[in-house]
């Protein structure tokens, strides 16, 4: 442990770990000291960009506040909180994959009917939703929980909209008999993550576009499946292959369909336009150890 070179630390490194009791903590700690030995090696890191990146990471702790976590969306930006996902989640082919849980879910959110109105009379293209919950062979899964979720025709989440006492454009739902969810809203917005902290320094360096994609966000629990966290992205989106976190994946794109006044779905009229989003969600089978659960 004297005379350490740049050849022989990072042995002396790992050597102090080795009485970590943890063994899954002993196998993270050494291959993040590896891991981040070889990028200083690899990069010839000088000193006065070790210091740059110290300080920004700095910067990145004293940003996050109770309702912002510049952390995680570094992880998001870095495409981190997606591979996560990714390994923690395996799909097979045919059932509903996951996207990222994003920052904006709110466990205060209403119970509400089936076929409610989440909107809360906030103004925006009228948009009905109708799903449905499957397993695999099609069969219905009844009372599920749908989470829902989504933005304004601005961008913005019922917590940034100024005077809004409640909750609105989000709700939970439950699946009927013929394991269907129904709602109406407002159509959302494309929005871009939160760029006036160090996260946003690092996209603008990169050249990189901050806006995410206009989407709905749902959850859906039902005992005996996995749960799924999810998006759903219209097809003509702009940003869908620009995502900034890195969570469009093309199950998840689905068409928005035009109407005009009149006749909507599932018995109702309207005398404005509507969008109609009408979509099936496969759940996998709870497996015998359950992944880790998004946060
Ligand atoms: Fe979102």
Redesign the pocket.
């Known amino acids: 442990m004297r005379d350490l070179t740049d050849d022989t630390i990072t042995a002396a490194v790992l050597s102090t770990m080795r009485d970590t009791k943890d063994p899954r903590l002993a196998e993270i700690l050494r291959a993040l000291v590896r891991h981040v030995h070889d990028f200083v090696r690899e990069t010839g890191l000088t000193e006065q960009e070790w210091a740059r990146g110290v300080d920004h990471l700095t910067r990145t702790g004293q940003t996050c506040t109770p309702t912002r976590q510049e952390f995680i969306l570094l992880s998001d930006v870095l495409g981190v909180t997606m591979l996560v996902d990714a390994i923690g989640h395996r799909r097979s082919a045919g059932a509903t994959q996951n996207s990222v849980l994003?920052p904006?879910f709110r466990d205060d959110r209403p119970y509400l009917h089936d076929g409610a109105d989440i909107s809360r009379g906030l103004s925006g293209t009228l948009l009905f939703f109708e799903g449905r919950v499957t397993d695999h062979h099609g069969t219905q899964v009844t009372d599920a929980q749908v989470d829902v979720w989504h933005?304004n025709a601005d961008g913005h989440y019922d917590v940034d909209v100024p005077d809004l006492s409640e909750p609105a454009m989000r709700a939970l739902l439950r699946t009927d008999g013929q394991g269907r969810f129904r709602f109406r809203s407002i159509r959302p917005a494309s929005y871009p993550i939160p760029d006036d902290g160090p996260v946003g320094e690092m996209m603008r360096a990169t050249g990189r576009s901050v806006m995410?994609p206009a989407?709905v966000?749902l959850r859906i629990v039902a005992p005996g499946f996995q749960d799924v966290t999810t998006t759903l992205f219209p097809s003509d989106d702009p940003y869908l292959d620009h995502d900034p976190v890195f969570g469009v994946k093309q199950s998840l794109v689905a068409a928005y369909q035009d109407h005009a006044a009149g006749a909507g779905p599932y018995g109702t009229t309207t005398d404005e336009p509507y969008i109609l989003l009408r979509h099936t969600f496969v759940l996998e089978p709870a497996s015998p150890t359950p992944g880790p659960r998004p946060v």
């Open positions: 994003g904006f933005s995410r989407h966000h």
